[in-house]
């Protein structure tokens, strides 16, 4: 690794505390964006964000690019730490605020996708590249998720995934194909 990389992992570093200090100092000011009708949906993928957050920013972007893609999937965003907080404290999940994170449920399994690349690192749709990723994953003993011979995303050994747009996109069909059950009553 470069001097640049370094220092580019440190200031990332840097920003992702600062911003998380400033979503959790403002907890208890933050609510819903909207609510979803979920009549005409049959799954849901929970995006916990700040609006304050570039890499939240960029991740929102994308969704709104995809949804039309999957009409039977309901992306519900939300800044509502708090609540999120306590429906993950009841599945087990244990959570530092970082934000964004991503999750799903499905009968069988819970996706938890955590972080994703602002406009400035995203490469292709990966944090500073593919090659950048694969090795950083390989670096932090995590677990490369190739399909079709192509590189996607890492899943840590906590089986958390590092978040990017092949991760947001995979997650994405699954729901599409199964059921992403709704398990937190968000108000």
Request: aromatic share 12%; glycine share 6%; hydrophobic share 35%.
């Amino acid at each position: 690794m470069n001097a640049k990389q370094i220092i580019g992992i440190g200031l990332l570093a840097l920003l992702g505390l600062l911003l998380g200090y400033l979503y959790i100092s403002n907890i208890n000011n933050l609510t819903i964006e909207h609510k979803i009708s979920l009549s005409n949906k049959s799954s849901i993928i929970y995006i916990v964000y700040s609006p304050t957050c570039p890499h939240c920013e960029h991740l929102l972007e994308y969704i709104s690019n995809i949804e039309t893609k999957y009409p039977n999937v309901t992306f519900l965003k939300t800044t509502n730490a708090k609540e999120m907080n306590e429906c993950l404290k009841e599945h087990n999940i244990s959570w530092n605020f970082g934000v964004p994170l991503v999750v799903a449920f499905t009968k069988n399994k819970t996706y938890v996708i955590e972080g994703y690349p602002d406009k400035y690192q995203d490469i292709n749709g990966y944090f500073l590249g593919e090659n950048f990723e694969r090795n950083a994953c390989e670096r932090s003993n995590g677990t490369a998720f190739y399909k079709d011979g192509k590189y996607l995303f890492c899943i840590f050994s906590n089986g958390r995934i590092l978040g990017n747009k092949y991760a947001i996109e995979y997650l994405a069909e699954i729901c599409s194909k199964e059921s992403c059950i709704p398990k937190c009553n968000l108000s």
